[in-house]
């Protein structure tokens, strides 16, 4: 299991979790409806658990339908549309062009960890704030190195 | 017995190509095929279930490519297997040894004959390539130690050709960080479009530190190009080629002269290491094709 960084208090709550298996449960399942209340209807939200909306200018990429986490595949048809659906669009295309336009491209040069599939259905907040995943990326400026920046820059170049 | 490790350690223009593994259990398609690979390139390319149809696996088949003397590429796709069994494979690959694996997310099954297949993707292309990686480096994907590790290069494949040309860029930049050795491309027919995509790649720095092998496909007929273009995932193949193949009195003739053309523009492009043939079921035009296109050694 991947270790994230964590605070003593979240430390603290995660080993008081993990050693009352059925409250941790009970608690994840009361969050994710909270959670699903807000993050189905405006990302389209996949439940995956362990959030990595803020890497990806906020388009869920577990929409993907090989829920890839560091897309597009090779697949991709002409115009931009999935392998899979050729009526849709690529979500990993439609997370590129916000990514562009918010300028957000730099957290896309990163790699993203492979997924946790332990957590799926599980509540990202709470997992969050037990030090299991990753902390959004807020600020551009403060998440990303200097190669981040140039891979951005570069592909950001490209029209189309 | 040629290996990809000798010539990308040798600096020359490096020539890989591939092969389809057949539909049974029998080794006798890939000897057959063996003879008009040995001694004309460094490497061959064992596909994995390629397009999502059954066939004989990449790893057997790469043990019968061994046997013939020809240093094989394992294909691995992350369509059908979860990392348990993509680490094992990569143990077992390296075990029979293999020493050079190409690490793909692969097509999805509903390209395939059997959709109804259970969809796995527990892995993506970038993070099995750096699983690899740190197989090699003695770890398995969850910190343990890996006892005696595989002694592999590492591959990945680039599509230049599907949108959108930045994050095609983005995508190599991070093959190249989770440690690819190499790259293949997908076949490339628009030159105009690959040079672009190139010159991204050099202005970022990625082909000092990865061997990019341009793909190169001979067509044999237009009916070939046409299936290509319709059936098999990521190909983008150009109006104005089939106009030129079906203009042609001897197609097979003008599809080895095509691909002998863009061997030769590739050869001038800045930071291409070699190229990759992709002799879609006419694996016996390879030797005239490395003779014509001046790649024999």
């Known amino acids: 299991m991947t270790e994230h960084a964590s605070t003593r208090s979240s430390q603290r709550l995660d080993d008081f979790l993990r050693a009352r298996p059925s409250l941790g449960r009970r608690a994840s399942s009361f969050i994710l409806v909270l959670e699903n209340v807000i993050k189905v209807p405006l990302f389209k939200c996949q439940r995956c658990g362990e959030c990595v909306l803020s890497r990806t200018a906020f388009v869920c990429s577990q929409r993907c339908p090989k829920r890839l986490r560091n897309g597009a595949c090779g697949g991709t048809r002409p115009g931009g549309f999935c392998e899979v659906y050729p009526e849709r669009r690529c979500i990993w295309n439609a997370i590129y062009s916000r990514a562009r336009a918010l300028g957000r491209l730099a957290f896309l040069a990163q790699i993203t960890p492979a997924h946790q599939w332990d957590l799926e259905r599980t509540a990202a907040w709470l997992n969050l704030v037990r030090g299991r995943i990753e902390r959004p990326h807020l600020g551009v400026s403060r998440n990303v190195s200097e190669r981040d920046r140039k891979v951005a820059e570069r592909a950001g170049r490209e029209i189309r | ?297």
């Open chain 2, 1 to 297: 017995m040629r290996t990809l490790r000798e010539a990308l350690e040798s600096g020359r223009f490096v020539v890989t190509a591939e092969i389809g593994p057949p539909l049974g259990a029998s080794p006798d398609a890939v000897v057959k095929a063996a003879v008009h690979f040995r001694g004309h390139v460094d490497a061959v390319n064992a596909t994995d279930n390629q397009t999502g149809i059954v066939r004989l696996s990449s790893t057997a088949t790469a043990k019968v490519l061994l046997d013939e003397g020809i240093d094989p590429i394992v294909q691995m796709t992350c369509r059908d297997r979860n990392r348990l069994a993509l680490q094992a494979d990569i143990l077992g690959a390296a075990a029979i040894g293999v020493r050079s694996l190409l690490l793909l997310t692969g097509d999805h099954m509903v390209m395939g004959d059997q959709p109804e297949a259970r969809p796995v993707f527990d892995l993506d292309s970038v993070t099995l390539i750096e699983a690899a990686r740190g197989m090699r480096g003695g770890r398995f994907m969850n910190g343990e130690e890996v006892v005696d590790p595989p002694d592999v290069l590492l591959g990945g494949a680039a599509n230049p050709f599907a949108e959108h040309m930045g994050l095609r860029l983005v995508r190599i930049a991070k093959k190249v960080d989770a440690g690819a050795d190499f790259i293949q491309t997908q076949a490339i027919f628009d030159l105009g479009r690959f040079e672009r995509w190139m010159a991204g790649v050099r202005d970022l720095g990625l082909h000092e530190r990865v061997r990019i092998l341009a793909g190169v496909l001979p067509a044999r007929s237009v009916r070939a190009l046409t299936y290509m273009r319709d059936e098999v995932a990521g190909m983008m193949i150009p109006d104005e080629l089939i106009g030129r193949m079906t203009g042609a009195e001897k197609p097979a003739d003008e599809g080895v002269r095509i691909a002998c053309e863009t061997i030769a523009r590739l050869r001038e492009i800045d930071g291409v290491a070699g190229v990759h043939l992709m002799p879609v079921m006419w694996e016996k035009i390879v030797p005239r094709l490395v003779h014509e296109a001046g790649l024999a050694n």
